[in-house]
Nanobody
Framework: VHLVQSGGGLVQPGGSLKLSCQAN????????LAWYRQTPGLEHDLVAY???????AYGASAKGRFTISRDDSEMTVSLQMNNLKPEDSATYYC?????????WGQGTQVIVSS
């Protein structure tokens, strides 16, 4: 399994960004998918996850501002981020979990700054 991330970049406070993560394995439909973020010196922080049945949960920092979605036909998981704040600046990673298998994307940097 290989995950390729896209999106991210520099955005002003209050702006929006969409991150995408595409897989290359059709077991995608059975995988749980998540977005984490990491700032230097800190652990991965869960942003959001979505199960194979569509159950969704968000980390406290994402509630009300971020939306996770998946497109099984495209083998893609996305994270729409609205009303971004400087404290959202981090490297964002998508993650695939299926049984004992855990795969990470390459990471995408998000910088929220005026």
């Amino acid at each position: 399994v290989h995950l390729v991330q896209s999106g991210g970049g520099l955005v002003q406070p209050g702006g929006s960004l969409k991150l995408s993560c595409q897989a290359n394995d059709d077991h995608f439909v059975r995988a749980s998918l998540a977005w984490y973020r990491q700032t230097p010196g800190l652990e991965h922080d869960l942003v959001a996850y979505i199960t194979d049945s569509g159950d969704i949960a968000y980390g406290a920092s994402a509630k009300g501002r971020f939306t996770i979605s998946r497109d099984d036909s495209e083998m893609t998981v996305s994270l729409q981020m609205n009303n971004l704040k400087p404290e959202d600046s981090a490297t964002y990673y998508c993650q695939w979990t299926l049984g004992m298998q855990e795969v990470w994307g390459q990471g995408t940097q998000v910088i929220v700054s005026s």
